[in-house]
């Protein structure tokens, strides 16, 4: 259950890019989320996305299981004419932090998604 958790917040929040890859969620923050973490993660990074000036910090928590999490935008670009964002995402669940950093871009509907991956590299967790 815990792993479908964890994909479900990627899928949502970054796309098919990353949620094949699970092997880096195994002991991760992430992976010790439950639905309503889950949720409050990706209402902020999506809210992050969209109002947080670069640089700046939108911190979530959830007071009934004490996790907690910082998503900072450190920067905005364009991408083949998208909008994009690099999102620095910490999270403090249960005793165990974690830090990735993934580049999002604005879909015509509005969502956020890692971009497809280009010539010299994969686009998503740095």
Not at 15 to 37: R, T, W, Y
Not at 54 to 69: H, L, Q, V
């Amino acid at each position: 259950m815990k792993k479908i958790l964890a994909l479900g917040i990627l899928g949502v929040l970054a796309g098919p890019g990353i949620a094949g890859n699970v092997q880096f969620l195994k002991d991760s923050a992430i992976s010790k989320m439950n639905e309503e973490d889950l949720g409050l993660l990706r209402s902020s990074a999506r809210n992050a996305l969209d109002y947080t000036a670069d640089g700046e910090s939108r911190r979530w928590e959830n007071a009934g299981t004490g996790s907690t999490g910082v998503l900072t935008p450190l920067a905005t670009y364009d991408r083949d004419g998208s909008l994009c964002r690099k999102l620095e995402i910490y999270n403090d669940v249960r005793g165990v932090t974690g830090r990735s950093v993934f580049d999002f871009c604005r879909q015509p509907d509005g969502s956020w998604k890692v971009p497809a991956p280009g010539p010299g590299g994969a686009a998503g967790q740095k």
